[in-house]
């Protein structure tokens, strides 16, 4: 049997976008008093966020594989996150 690699295996997931709401949200004034904006940024290992030049923290939050890492990690109120509408957000494939 073929081993396959980390990268084969992750391409096997599939994602459903809800194109109507996001499932993440930032408060940028606490996600910047706090910290939290930065955080997040360097902890998501799907880099959903990113800061922008005027230092707010935009979400790509398509690219979401559900961990949980930033909500492990962000201050009360600097982030809002709830799984995506039934039947969206990565479909996770064994292999
Ligand atoms: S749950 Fe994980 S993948 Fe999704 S935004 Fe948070 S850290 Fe990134």
């Known amino acids: 049997?073929?081993?396959?690699?980390?990268?084969?295996?992750?391409?096997?997931?599939?994602?459903?976008?809800?194109?109507?709401?996001?499932h993440i949200h930032v408060d940028q004034e606490i996600a910047r008093r706090t910290g939290t904006g930065k955080a997040i940024v360097a902890?998501?290992?799907?880099?959903?966020?990113?800061?922008?030049?005027?230092?707010?923290?935009?979400?790509?939050?398509?690219?979401?594989?559900?961990c949980g890492a930033c909500l492990a990690i962000a201050a009360p109120g600097a982030l809002t996150w709830r799984y995506p509408r039934g039947g969206m957000g990565i479909q996770l494939r064994q292999g």
């Open 43 to 66: 902890i998501c290992p799907a880099k959903v966020y990113a800061e922008e030049a005027d230092g707010t923290i935009s979400v790509e939050y398509a690219a979401c594989s559900e």
């Open 1 to 22: 049997m073929k081993k396959t690699t980390i990268p084969e295996r992750l391409a096997r997931n599939r994602y459903v976008t809800d194109e109507e709401e996001s």
